[in-house]
């Protein structure tokens, strides 16, 4: 959050806070319509990410797969904050037995962000089963979309299922591709580690 600038603290600091804050700014920044503003804005953003229309298929070490979650499984994904509705189908991209990406609910709000700020021209580290590029896809402001993608094998099964003209595919790895060196970026999205959350950081 960005901390007040000095003009907010000149003049008389009668009726101002800590911050130098009048009673009406802050009458202004904690109104209900503002609250209720950012809940609509959250909620139609999310409504941009849905799940994916990918059949299952096969190529090489990976494989798109439709799943069942049971009742154990949820519950061990609730322990750690990642809860999912049981007896729901969901899709996930797997390397031999290790869950690379998949479109639960819990994936979804990992996205959010990168949902969020997509505007213009866009990077995307990382294909998984696409989920991301659909839902930015769906915003009219965004004008070209740059996936690079490390296997050559994803590329194969998922690319075919988003054919928009806006996409282009590059087959690189994320840490040695270069954009031409015009190009600019309004927003850059990376999302090429299977098991990066807060439960795997050190305390």
Request: glycine share 8%; net charge negative.
């Amino acid at each position: 959050m960005e901390l007040p600038g000095p003009h907010w603290l000149r003049g008389s600091d009668v009726g101002r806070d800590a911050f130098g804050r009048s009673e009406d700014a802050n009458r202004r920044r904690t109104r209900p319509a503002d609250a209720h503003g950012d809940a609509q804005r959250k909620t139609e953003i999310g409504a941009m990410i849905e799940q994916v229309d990918l059949p299952d298929m096969a190529s090489g070490q990976w494989r798109v797969e439709k799943y069942t979650t049971d009742s154990f499984g949820c519950l061990a994904y609730a322990v750690h904050g990642r809860g999912m509705p049981a007896g729901k189908t969901y899709t996930r991209l797997m390397r031999g037995g290790t869950v690379v990406m998949s479109d639960t609910p819990a994936e979804m709000r990992d996205h959010y962000y990168a949902v969020h700020k997509a505007t213009g021209s866009c990077l995307l580290n990382g294909l998984g089963i696409g989920m991301v590029l659909k839902a930015i896809l769906s915003k009219q402001d965004v004008t070209d979309v740059t996936v690079v993608e490390l296997s050559e094998e994803v590329l194969q099964m998922v690319e075919p299922h988003y054919s928009d003209p806006r996409v282009t595919f590059v087959h690189a790895s994320a840490f040695t591709y270069q954009p031409p060196k015009w190009k600019r970026y309004q927003m850059v999205w990376h999302d090429i580690w299977d098991n990066i959350c807060a439960d795997n950081l050190p305390e």
